[in-house]
């Protein structure tokens, strides 16, 4: 079983940058594909950005390109996010998610683990 704990998130002033770190054990992240999703109050949740798992392919949604990177540290078994620029509008809790495939996946209904999440909020 491949048991996810993300942390990292906490209150940031708008422009201000954060990293979230995701890590895991029970099994190797390695040959996962890993996805950061978040959602806000009343929103559905909405991926964010994603790592392939045998390939270092990656995937990210239009308003968060060239402000946030995904990475993975196979040694560690913990995949990050560093966010920068961040506005107000993405707060949110911020989880992460692995799902065992081929192919880089970006909907939350295809993702099998799934962190706690860790609350990020950016104040104007």
């Known amino acids: 079983q491949l048991h996810l704990v993300e942390s990292g998130g906490g209150l940031v002033q708008s422009g201000g940058s954060l990293r979230l770190s995701c890590v895991a054990s029970?099994?190797?992240?390695?040959?996962?594909?890993v996805g950061w999703f978040r959602q806000a109050p009343g929103k559905e949740r909405e991926g964010v950005a994603f790592?392939?798992?045998?390939?270092?392919?990656?995937y990210y949604t239009d308003s968060v390109k060239d402000r946030f990177t995904i990475s993975r540290d196979n040694a560690k078994n913990t995949v990050s996010l560093q966010m920068n620029n961040l506005k107000p509008e993405e707060t949110a809790v911020y989880y992460c998610?692995?799902?065992?495939?081929?192919?880089?996946?970006?909907?939350?209904?295809?993702?099998?683990?799934w962190g706690q999440g860790t609350q990020v909020t950016v104040s104007p």
């Open positions: 998610a692995t799902v065992f495939k081929g192919v880089l996946l970006n909907g939350a209904g295809d993702y099998d683990n």
């Open positions: 029970g099994k190797s992240l390695r040959h996962y594909v």
């Open positions: 790592k392939g798992g045998f390939d270092n392919s990656e």
